[in-house]
């Protein structure tokens, strides 16, 4: 495997596990109440899947011809996004103290 897989695997995972990790809504706004719900958290990552599918079409354009993908490719993507963001996903709700 090429260094260049590596970086971008370490970076998907990095991507994958950022929203559980930040309390801020986008990164930026602390959420009215103080707590962000679910649905923030959920809508980050999928803006992060679409980011890191992005950037790998672009690596992809810079290499060689981008290949036509059908659903199936999109959803094994997502699957595997959702696998690289389980570490987040279980500090966040089962590791952590309520309130933190």
Do not use: C, D
């Not at 109440?33 to 079409?57: H, I, N, P, T």
């Amino acid at each position: 495997m090429s260094l260049e897989a590596l970086l971008f695997y370490t970076l998907a995972i990095i991507a994958a596990n950022l929203p559980f990790l930040s309390g801020r809504i986008l990164f930026v706004k602390v959420p009215a109440g103080g707590r962000k719900v679910f649905a923030w958290y959920l809508l980050e990552w999928g803006l992060l899947y679409l980011a890191v599918g992005l950037f790998a079409r672009l690596l992809e354009s810079q290499r060689t011809p981008v290949h036509a993908q059908g659903w199936a490719f999109y959803v094994i993507t997502l699957a595997l996004f959702a696998v690289f963001a389980w570490p987040g996903f279980v500090w966040r709700y089962f590791w952590r103290k309520p309130g933190i």
